[in-house]
């Protein structure tokens, strides 16, 4: 395994977002996320934001307590709440990654972040990194 090819910087608030897809210079082809193991989803360690209300929601949909949930699957950092990590063999998994069939546990009420993934503010204007770790990028043709 090549740990330095893996993602998982899911460092950009989730206030930050621009949610207009033809301002960035890639397009994105889901596609490819059956077959890259889920390199956004573990790797270095980061941060998976999540608002109090998507915690909630997803603590509902698992039937749990919502002070239950967030003990066993969030953390505090900042002052923000982030899904906690599973470290294995030094390598960092989001808590909701499914390991052996590699896909997200909780894909349709995923966290706003994840939902947005690749279209973060941070490559709007340099998508280097981003290139070398998400598969389903192409750069747009230009006109
Ligand atoms: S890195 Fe890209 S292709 Fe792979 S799972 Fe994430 S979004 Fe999909
Ligand atoms: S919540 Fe799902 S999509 Fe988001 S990092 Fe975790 S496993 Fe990946």
Known sequence: ??????????????????????????????????????????????????????????AETKNMDVAKFANKYARQVEGKLSLQERVINGEHFCCFFDMINSHCEIYEIRPKQCKAFPFWNQFKKDPKKLFLECPGVTFKPSI
């Not at 899911?10 to 996320?33: H, R, V, W």
């Not at 077959?35 to 998976?48: I, M, N, T």
């Open 1 to 58: 395994m090549n740990r330095t090819s893996r993602l998982f910087w899911k460092l950009c608030g989730i206030e930050k977002m621009d949610n207009n897809q033809t301002n960035f210079p890639y397009n994105f082809n889901s596609s490819a996320c059956k077959s890259c193991r889920g390199k956004c989803c573990r790797g270095l360690g980061g941060y998976v934001w999540l608002s109090m209300e998507e915690l909630e929601r997803i």
